[in-house]
């Protein structure tokens, strides 16, 4: 029956004594003084109850036995200082992989940069990204299919929370109207308005008709998209006013649209880093979501308050 004191350091000191034939020389290069090799060796025989070493006064040579094990010693040393290199490399940021959701106002704004500064810091990473509505995006943290999500969720007992940024509800329309000397509009306004709304489940759905309510108003909509470049391109050709969050539009990516403010109520979200609570996150997770709130923090201004 093999003793409880065998350990590694007992299987790198067998190993070093097979390699280099020689105690002295085999200590050095394993860093442990010749008397605690000796008692390590001594020790690994001692449980094992096979002798694995002739010593002579000139040399040091295997026994049979002693060659069998080295075999066996050797794979199981390479298998674990494997591993611990491929954890090494996790843990570096020379190996892994990133799955993120992110709601898709943020993939067309936001990410492309933030991707872009990860890639470069960190190549060995494999990234993949799914654009997903509110509703979705939160089973897909909940439920670990992905690493990290970038959106909003209410509190709840899944998920932890990161703030990253808050943006606002804005509509979207054609350059030419006759708000083109406003930066709002009220959603009494937008209710005389044909409007094109995003489709149910999408977190831009959910707070846009508790703005109405809150406003007590009753909009006419008339297109519900999934996809947010749809609904601009549906304003863009004069269907109605898109209502979307500020976040949706990049400088200088719609040109000939512009977007107002709605108000009376004004109507936020706080947009987070999301993780699955109780979970930890990946060296490559921990790292773009350090990366994204830094990148957010200087570009903020920006990205909360950007017009069309």
Not at 23 to 48: C, K, M, N, Y
Not at 49 to 76: K, M, Q, W, Y
């Amino acid at each position: 029956m093999i003793g409880g004191r065998i350990n590694l350091k007992h299987l790198r000191a067998f190993r070093a004594v097979a390699n280099h034939a020689h105690f002295t020389r085999a200590a050095d290069a394993i860093g442990v003084s010749q008397p605690a090799l000796s008692a390590l060796i001594a020790q690994l025989e001692e449980d094992l109850d096979v002798t694995l070493l002739n010593r002579t006064t000139r040399a040091v040579e295997l026994t049979p036995v002693g060659r069998e094990f080295l075999s066996a010693c050797s794979r199981v040393l390479a298998e674990v200082e494997g591993a611990i290199l491929e954890a090494q490399d996790y843990a570096g940021l020379r190996k892994g992989r990133l799955r993120i959701a992110a709601l898709p106002s943020l993939t067309r704004t936001l990410l492309p940069e933030t991707l872009r500064i990860f890639r470069e810091r960190h190549e060995s990473i494999v990234v993949s990204v799914v654009d997903l509505p509110g509703d979705p995006l939160l089973e897909q943290v909940a439920s670990g299919q992905v690493d990290l999500g970038i959106g909003y969720a209410e509190p709840n007992a899944l998920l932890d929370f990161t703030p990253l940024l808050t943006d606002r509800l804005v509509a979207v329309l054609p350059e030419g109207s006759e708000y083109d000397e406003r930066s709002e509009l009220s959603w009494q306004d937008l209710a005389r308005h044909d409007v094109i709304a995003m489709d149910h489940g999408t977190t831009v759905r959910r707070v846009m008709d508790e703005g109405a309510r809150g406003a007590d108003v009753t909009l006419r909509i008339v297109l519900e998209p999934l996809q947010m470049p749809t609904a601009i391109a549906y304003a863009r050709a004069g269907l109605g006013i898109a209502v979307l969050p500020s976040t949706a539009i990049a400088p200088g990516q719609e040109p000939g649209m512009r977007s107002l403010t709605i108000t009376g109520p004004k109507v936020e979200r706080s947009l987070s880093v999301l993780t699955r609570r109780h979970q930890a996150l990946t060296p490559a997770a921990e790292a773009f979501r350090t990366l994204l709130s830094d990148y957010v923090s200087g570009r903020c201004q920006e990205l909360c308050s950007r017009s069309v």
